[in-house]
């Protein structure tokens, strides 16, 4: 582990094992995201995009990589578990920091949930003798035990879950392609990407605002850098990588269907719970339509929540560390190197989420209304922390990296979410104002929110050009720290007299 990369400069022991790669890395993003992912919400963004499907996802996966870029920037300075929550709180400021991770678990906690609870549905559609609420139990018990066997463990489950996925959609594609050459569905067309008679601005964005949704997860990556072995540089390659593989995988899988799609005016007009598996049904018979069936749900119930789970664990984790939510949230098991009490509190979260909303009719949608905003309100945040990290507080003169970008990604963001559905925006302003609340709390019992390690207005903070000089710290072995040189204000108490490894 490179010096620049020791976490002990922030104030924190190296407890999290590193010992995942550029590929696993990859891997756990196009699991968390799911490469079948549109088979969900094919039929809900067809409808809200007019027919044009393709279009919204284009635009999507185009708004995620200025995304993705933002991240680079701020895992390069900060290379620490938190994602959004450590980069706005040293950023911009430890306040707005809390605030962010407070938006982006609104994400993050409700994911497993929706997952467990879309996966559950599926299979009891499938088997209906096994009612929703076992198979939610089942779904969460598995991925419970895998994640506290610790992170190697997960990334080679990982590996044999998303090939099996890519095999399934290599299937489709095939049979579905082949089907269109045979004549079936409306032929060959750039319908699905552009229709002239349907085409506005906001249409495309509202449908983005649900298209959104098969990319999040790309952004849990970050969660990993303390656990990477090539630090912030390989995890900033692996975010963009399994981004852009996602989005060619989901642009080809949706304008296959929007092809095939048996009743294209019925699905516009509200018809889109089973969407893409009668487009199946179409190009291969009913067998293909079942099959794509039975594998989003497995997907969704095994694959992506197992990841979905070791993200939202590690921001617990990430926060509670820095006192911001109760410190049993901060242990990590000495055996397996896993924050064991976090994920076990979001098993527990998703199964009570979870059998609630499945008592509701409008369970799974209320849930995807509810996740998409908190995670864009936090990427708007994240641009803003480059810039004002970078351009504002230390002036680096990248105007490209530091400013144009994030600029042209917030744009593209807060479009989004101007255009999202209302009940989405309602709920995200009523999270946003409990964060507050909570934020206000904090502060009247003498916990106002504060980071540690170095401070905030220190120039030249971006950890791979940092002369060592204007830190105090002398050059160190690989993954060791100049104790004798670290400020102790800026030592999380509970880590001041931790032996260092």
Request: aromatic content about 10%.
């Amino acid at each position: 582990m490179r010096t620049q990369e020791n976490i002990e400069q922030f104030g924190y022991r190296q407890e999290l094992r590193r010992g995942v790669g550029l590929t696993d890395l990859v891997f756990y993003g196009l699991v968390f995201m799911v490469p079948i992912a549109p088979f969900v919400i094919f039929g809900l963004v067809f409808s809200t995009s007019a027919g044009m499907p393709v279009l919204a996802y284009l635009v999507g996966m185009i708004a995620l990589l200025f995304t993705a870029a933002s991240y680079a920037q701020m895992v390069k300075a900060f290379p620490l578990s938190g994602s959004v929550y450590n980069y706005a709180g040293r950023g911009i400021s430890a306040p707005v920091g809390f605030l962010t991770g407070w938006m982006i678990l609104l994400d993050y906690i409700l994911v497993p949930s929706l997952l467990y609870l879309a996966a559950a549905i599926a299979m009891n559609k499938s088997v209906p003798q096994v009612p929703v609420w076992v198979w939610l139990l089942i779904f969460v018990l598995v991925n419970t035990v895998i994640n506290l066997r610790g992170i190697r463990m997960t990334v080679k489950l990982t590996r044999v879950m998303i090939l099996l996925q890519l095999v399934v959609l290599a299937l489709f594609l095939a049979i579905g392609v082949w089907a269109l050459l045979q004549g079936k569905g409306r032929g060959f067309s750039l319908s699905p990407l552009f229709n002239l008679e349907t085409f506005s601005w906001p249409v495309v964005f509202a449908a983005v605002s649900v298209a959104i949704l098969s990319f999040l997860g790309f952004d849990g990556i970050s969660m990993l850098v303390e656990e990477s072995t090539g630090g912030s540089a390989q995890v900033g390659r692996a975010m963009r990588l399994a981004l852009i593989l996602a989005g060619v995988l989901f642009i080809a899988q949706v304008w296959v269907a929007a092809l095939l799609v048996p009743d294209p005016a019925g699905v516009i007009a509200g018809n889109t719970e089973t969407a893409f598996y009668d487009a199946a049904a179409v190009a291969g018979g009913e067998w293909l339509g079942h099959l794509t069936s039975v594998a989003t749900a497995l997907s969704w119930g095994l694959a992506n929540t197992l990841v979905a789970q070791v993200a939202v664990s590690r921001l617990l984790y990430a926060m509670a560390r820095d006192r911001q939510l109760p410190s049993f949230l901060a242990k990590v098991s000495v055996r397996h190197s896993v924050p064991g009490n976090a994920i076990l509190l979001i098993s527990t979260l998703s199964v009570g989420l979870g059998i609630w909303m499945s008592t509701r009719g409008d369970g799974v949608d209320l849930l995807t209304s509810l996740i998409n905003m908190g995670a864009m309100v936090a990427f708007i945040v994240l641009h803003v922390s480059v810039i004002v990290h970078y351009s504002l507080r230390n002036d680096s003169g990248k105007w490209w990296s530091h400013l144009i970008a994030p600029l042209i990604g917030i744009g593209i963001l807060v479009f989004v979410v101007i255009n999202a559905n209302v009940l989405a925006q309602i709920t995200g302003l009523v999270w946003l104002l409990v964060g507050v609340l909570v934020l206000a709390f904090l502060y009247a019992i003498g916990r106002r929110p504060a980071v540690s390690g170095l401070p905030a207005n220190l120039k030249n903070t971006d950890l791979k050009n940092t002369d060592l000089k204007h830190t105090g710290r002398t050059q160190s072995g690989p993954g060791q720290a100049d104790s004798k040189h670290v400020d102790p204000k800026h030592v999380d108490p509970k880590h001041a007299d931790a032996p260092r490894r």
